[in-house]
C-alpha cells in the first residue's frame, strides 16, 4: 500500500495599525489655550506612542505621510499656547505601535473670536444730579478676552437743540481711554463708546442730564437778618450824633452751582437798596458784598431799612419773576424748583431793619 504525505501551512499573524481619534474642546477661543485628547486602541493591547503636532492653516488629507509628526511620546494630551490660536489652524495626532504601523488622524480647529466688551464710567463729576455747564470727565473700560488689539472710539450720539458742545480729549490724559464734554445748555446729552478689533466689536453708552442753572442762595450775612429788628445805640450826650461813622451790612457767603462767595463772585451781583422811616426803598446801586451806611446823618428814633438782592450771570429772568413775586417783602425765597441743590428757603433777597437809639 502507497504512504500519504500530507503538508500544514502556517501564517503569521497580521499586524494592524492602531485607531486614533482626537477629542477637541467644545468650544476653541482666539488667543486662548486649547487642549486636546488622543483616544487610542490597539488590537494587539500594545499600549502605542503618540506624536503630536500643529500646522498653520486647514488641515490636508490625514493619510499624507509627509504631514505626520516624527516625535513620539507616550501622552495623549496636547496643549496649543493661546499665541497659536487666533488663526484656524489643523492639530494631528499619529499612534504608532511596536512593530511600526501607525495611524494618523486631524482635527481642523477654527476659533471662535470673543466680541470686545465696553464700559464707560463718568470720572468728575463724582455723581448726578449735573449742574449747569458740568465739565465732565469720562473713562473707557474696555477688554478682549482673545486679547487682541483693540480700536477705540469716542463720539457725542445726542446733545440738547442749541448745544455747540463736542467731545474733545483730556488735559494729560490718553485720547483712546478718556474724553472731555464741557456741556454748554440745560438738556440731555449722551456720549457712545465703540471698542474694536478686527472682526468684531463693543459699544457702551452713558446718558448725562444736564440741570438748568440754580438759582443763587444768600446764605449768611452779617449782621443775622432773622434775628429781628438791629438796635444802633447813638450817643446819649444829647448831641444826636452816632456813636460810630459807618454801618457795614454784608453777605458772608452765597451759595450757587457756577458762583460762589467768598470763593468766587465773579458773575455774582449784588443789588442794594435803602429807605429812611417810611420813604419808599431807593435803589443804591450794584456793587460788592457789602455795603457801607453812614451812621452820622441818623438821629435817635431814625428806622432804616437795607436790602441786598442776589443774581447770577444766567437767572435774570427767573430772579425778578420770584423778586416780583415777593412784592415788598423783606425776604424772598426762590422757587423749590430752582434753587440751588433744591435747597429749602433759599433766599434771593434779605431785608435789615436798623433802629437808631
Given at each position: 500500500?502507497?504512504?500519504?504525505?500530507?503538508?500544514?501551512?502556517?501564517?503569521?499573524?497580521?499586524?494592524?495599525?492602531?485607531?486614533?481619534?482626537?477629542?477637541?474642546?467644545?468650544?476653541?477661543?482666539?488667543?486662548?489655550?486649547?487642549?486636546?485628547?488622543?483616544?487610542?486602541?490597539?488590537?494587539?493591547?500594545?499600549?502605542?506612542?503618540?506624536?503630536?503636532?500643529?500646522?498653520?492653516?486647514?488641515?490636508?488629507?490625514?493619510?499624507?505621510?509627509?504631514?505626520?509628526?516624527?516625535?513620539?511620546?507616550?501622552?495623549?494630551?496636547?496643549?496649543?499656547?493661546?499665541?497659536?490660536?487666533?488663526?484656524p489652524f489643523c492639530v494631528w495626532a499619529v499612534a504608532t505601535d511596536s512593530h511600526g504601523a501607525a495611524r494618523a488622524a486631524n482635527f481642523a480647529a477654527t476659533p471662535t473670536n470673543?466680541?470686545?466688551?465696553?464700559?464707560?464710567?463718568?470720572?468728575?463729576?463724582?455723581?448726578?444730579?449735573?449742574?449747569?455747564?458740568?465739565?465732565?470727565?469720562?473713562?473707557?473700560?474696555?477688554?478682549?478676552?482673545?486679547?487682541?488689539?483693540?480700536?477705540?472710539?469716542?463720539n457725542l450720539g445726542a446733545k440738547p437743540v442749541g448745544s455747540q458742545a463736542m467731545i474733545a480729549a483730556c488735559d494729560g490724559k490718553p485720547k483712546d481711554q478718556f474724553t472731555c464734554?464741557?456741556?454748554?445748555?440745560?438738556?440731555?446729552?449722551?456720549?457712545?463708546?465703540?471698542?474694536?478689533?478686527?472682526?468684531?466689536?463693543?459699544?457702551?453708552?452713558?446718558?448725562?442730564?444736564?440741570?438748568?442753572?440754580?438759582?443763587?442762595?444768600?446764605?449768611?450775612?452779617?449782621?443775622?437778618?432773622?434775628?429781628?429788628?438791629?438796635?444802633?445805640?447813638?450817643?446819649?450826650?444829647?448831641?444826636?450824633?452816632?456813636?460810630?461813622?459807618?454801618?457795614?451790612?454784608?453777605?458772608?457767603?452765597?451759595?450757587?452751582?457756577?458762583?460762589?462767595?467768598?470763593?468766587?463772585?465773579?458773575?455774582?451781583?449784588?443789588?442794594?437798596?435803602?429807605?429812611?422811616?417810611?420813604?419808599?426803598?431807593?435803589?443804591?446801586?450794584?456793587?460788592?458784598?457789602?455795603?457801607?451806611?453812614?451812621?452820622?446823618?441818623?438821629?435817635?428814633?431814625?428806622?432804616?431799612?437795607?436790602?441786598?438782592?442776589?443774581?447770577?450771570?444766567?437767572?435774570?429772568?427767573?430772579i425778578q419773576d420770584a423778586l416780583t413775586g415777593c412784592n415788598d417783602q423783606d425776604a424772598c425765597v426762590a422757587p423749590a424748583s430752582r434753587a440751588f441743590g433744591n435747597r429749602a428757603?433759599?433766599?434771593?433777597?434779605?431785608?435789615?431793619?436798623?433802629?437808631?437809639?
Amino acid at each position: 500500500m502507497a504512504a500519504t504525505a500530507s503538508a500544514c501551512l502556517f501564517t503569521a499573524p497580521i499586524n494592524m495599525p492602531p485607531t486614533i481619534q482626537i477629542v477637541s474642546p467644545l468650544v476653541i477661543s482666539r488667543g486662548q489655550p486649547a487642549t486636546f485628547t488622543a483616544t487610542v486602541a490597539d488590537d494587539q493591547s500594545q499600549a502605542p506612542d503618540v506624536s503630536w503636532a500643529r500646522t498653520d492653516g486647514t488641515c490636508p488629507d490625514a493619510g499624507d505621510r509627509t504631514q505626520w509628526p516624527a516625535s513620539r511620546t507616550s501622552i495623549t494630551m496636547f496643549t496649543v499656547d493661546g499665541s497659536m490660536t487666533k488663526a484656524p489652524f489643523c492639530v494631528w495626532a499619529v499612534a504608532t505601535d511596536s512593530h511600526g504601523a501607525a495611524r494618523a488622524a486631524n482635527f481642523a480647529a477654527t476659533p471662535t473670536n470673543h466680541a470686545p466688551t465696553a464700559a464707560i464710567d463718568v470720572v468728575s463729576p463724582t455723581q448726578p444730579p449735573y449742574s449747569f455747564l458740568s465739565q465732565f470727565v469720562l473713562a473707557a473700560h474696555t477688554n478682549d478676552v482673545d486679547m487682541d488689539s483693540l480700536t477705540v472710539n469716542w463720539n457725542l450720539g445726542a446733545k440738547p437743540v442749541g448745544s455747540q458742545a463736542m467731545i474733545a480729549a483730556c488735559d494729560g490724559k490718553p485720547k483712546d481711554q478718556f474724553t472731555c464734554l464741557a456741556a454748554d445748555v440745560p438738556g440731555d446729552y449722551r456720549v457712545d463708546l465703540t471698542a474694536a478689533d478686527a472682526s468684531d466689536k463693543g459699544t457702551a453708552s452713558v446718558s448725562l442730564t444736564v440741570l438748568a442753572d440754580a438759582l443763587p442762595c444768600i446764605d449768611v450775612t452779617m449782621p443775622d437778618y432773622a434775628s429781628g429788628p438791629q438796635v444802633h445805640l447813638l450817643a446819649s450826650d444829647g448831641s444826636g450824633a452816632a456813636d460810630t461813622t459807618i454801618d457795614n451790612f454784608s453777605v458772608l457767603r452765597v451759595l450757587d452751582d457756577l458762583d460762589g462767595w467768598p470763593s468766587d463772585s465773579s458773575q455774582l451781583h449784588f443789588t442794594w437798596s435803602t429807605a429812611r422811616n417810611t420813604d419808599p426803598l431807593v435803589f443804591v446801586g450794584i456793587g460788592g458784598a457789602t455795603f457801607p451806611l453812614p451812621t452820622l446823618s441818623f438821629r435817635i428814633g431814625d428806622k432804616e431799612r437795607v436790602r441786598v438782592e442776589i443774581a447770577d450771570r444766567n437767572n435774570s429772568k427767573e430772579i425778578q419773576d420770584a423778586l416780583t413775586g415777593c412784592n415788598d417783602q423783606d425776604a424772598c425765597v426762590a422757587p423749590a424748583s430752582r434753587a440751588f441743590g433744591n435747597r429749602a428757603g433759599c433766599l434771593l433777597r434779605v431785608t435789615w431793619n436798623v433802629e437808631y437809639r
